[in-house]
């Protein structure tokens, strides 16, 4: 299969066919989180249905018994907490995938964006004042009905064979991972983006793909999931709605880049759907960071 960048909306994935795909992995946009997504939904029930949409079509591309990652967590905006995490999980399951693993990502102390809550307490020491700051994320592992673990050759295997010496040095085997998440730094190429490290896709491609094999992100930001898969000898497909992302990806990617190694062809497609986002999002960050 070929490697496709699709600029339109994952709503509809209508490029691709029935069973194609092997892995999902991605983490779709925190839901009007104000440091990166501010407005971006017009409700959460848009957001929800939006969701409900793009598992419909992921039950359709992915091929039997194989596994779809998301990577989420729960929206605070204005003291409200929205259950985005427990939301996905019924959405997903209501669309017939089975509901498998749950690991939580832990990012180190002192990498969190700066936060006001835990400092309540501080100022008030008194019940009732307790407000946590967020050092975690999910990683929901949905799967597609069972797996024919006879359909793959020993020769596939082989070829995907886990380090088992770096799967227990690095300890895969717990449903806590401890990864470095992308720090908000000037300049970063992912600035604006929510991006999630490249480690989080890495593990999940070599868990739960086979070499060759088609991972899709349908919410593909600045273009780690292809990025990653492509490195491990898998093909890589990506939705993205804003446009003003191709330059990122492509830059992300090394396509049209000279490079001493050979990179990956990909096939880009511009959708009618496709919207222009990044630049209006950033402006309304900086806003909502002079009005603090």
Same mark, same amino acid.
């Given at each position: 299969?070929?490697?496709? =960048?699709?600029?339109?909306?994952?709503?509809?994935?209508?490029?691709?066919?029935d069973?194609s795909?092997?892995?999902?992995?991605? +983490?779709?946009?925190?839901?009007?989180?104000?440091?990166d997504?501010?407005?971006?939904?017009?409700?959460?029930?848009?957001?929800?249905? %939006?969701?409900?949409?793009?598992?419909?079509? =992921?039950?359709? %591309?992915?091929?039997?018994?194989?596994?779809?990652?998301?990577v989420?967590?729960?929206?605070?905006?204005?003291?409200e907490?929205?259950?985005? %995490?427990?939301?996905?999980? !019924?959405?997903?399951?209501?669309?017939?995938?089975?509901?498998?693993?749950?690991?939580?990502?832990?990012?180190?102390?002192?990498?969190?964006?700066?936060?006001?809550?835990s400092?309540?307490?501080?100022?008030?020491?008194?019940?009732?004042?307790y407000?946590?700051?967020?050092?975690?994320?999910?990683?929901?592992?949905?799967?597609?009905?069972?797996f024919?673990?006879?359909?793959?050759?020993?020769?596939?295997?082989?070829? +995907?064979?886990?380090?088992?010496?770096?799967?227990?040095?690095? !300890?895969?085997?717990?449903?806590?991972?401890?990864?470095?998440?992308?720090?908000p730094?000037?300049?970063?190429?992912e600035?604006?983006?929510?991006?999630?490290?490249e480690?989080?896709?890495r593990?999940l491609?070599?868990?739960?793909?086979?070499?060759?094999?088609?991972?899709?992100?349908?919410?593909?930001?600045?273009?780690?999931?292809?990025?990653?898969?492509?490195e491990?000898?898998?093909?890589?497909?990506?939705?993205?709605?804003?446009a003003?992302?191709?330059?990122?990806?492509?830059?992300?990617?090394?396509?049209?880049?000279?490079?001493?190694?050979?990179?990956?062809?990909?096939e880009i497609?511009?959708?009618?759907d496709?919207?222009?986002?990044?630049?209006?999002?950033?402006?309304?960050? !900086?806003?909502?960071?002079?009005?603090?």
């Amino acid at each position: 299969m070929t490697n496709k =960048i699709i600029f339109g909306d994952a709503q509809n994935m209508k490029e691709l066919e029935d069973s194609s795909i092997h892995l999902v992995v991605t +983490s779709p946009p925190y839901f009007n989180a104000p440091f990166d997504y501010p407005d971006l939904f017009e409700s959460y029930e848009q957001f929800l249905n %939006v969701m409900k949409n793009v598992a419909n079509e =992921i039950k359709r %591309v992915l091929a039997k018994g194989r596994i779809a990652a998301f990577v989420c967590d729960d929206t605070l905006i204005n003291g409200e907490k929205y259950p985005v %995490v427990a939301d996905i999980i !019924k959405i997903f399951t209501e669309q017939g995938f089975k509901y498998r693993e749950r690991i939580t990502w832990v990012k180190p102390e002192g990498y969190i964006r700066i936060s006001r809550r835990s400092g309540v307490l501080i100022q008030h020491p008194y019940p009732m004042y307790y407000y946590p700051d967020n050092l975690q994320e999910s990683i929901l592992i949905f799967q597609n009905g069972d797996f024919d673990y006879k359909s793959i050759s020993q020769r596939k295997k082989q070829l +995907s064979k886990i380090d088992i010496k770096q799967y227990q040095r690095e !300890k895969w085997f717990l449903n806590v991972w401890y990864i470095t998440n992308v720090l908000p730094i000037n300049n970063r190429l992912e600035k604006g983006i929510a991006a999630f490290p490249e480690e989080i896709p890495r593990r999940l491609i070599k868990l739960f793909s086979f070499k060759g094999e088609t991972v899709l992100d349908p919410f593909l930001g600045s273009g780690t999931t292809l990025k990653v898969a492509n490195e491990l000898g898998r093909n890589g497909i990506g939705y993205e709605i804003d446009a003003e992302l191709l330059k990122v990806i492509k830059e992300k990617l090394g396509i049209n880049q000279t490079k001493l190694v050979k990179t990956p062809s990909y096939e880009i497609i511009m959708r009618d759907d496709k919207k222009y986002l990044r630049t209006t999002l950033q402006n309304r960050v !900086k806003n909502n960071n002079k009005s603090r």
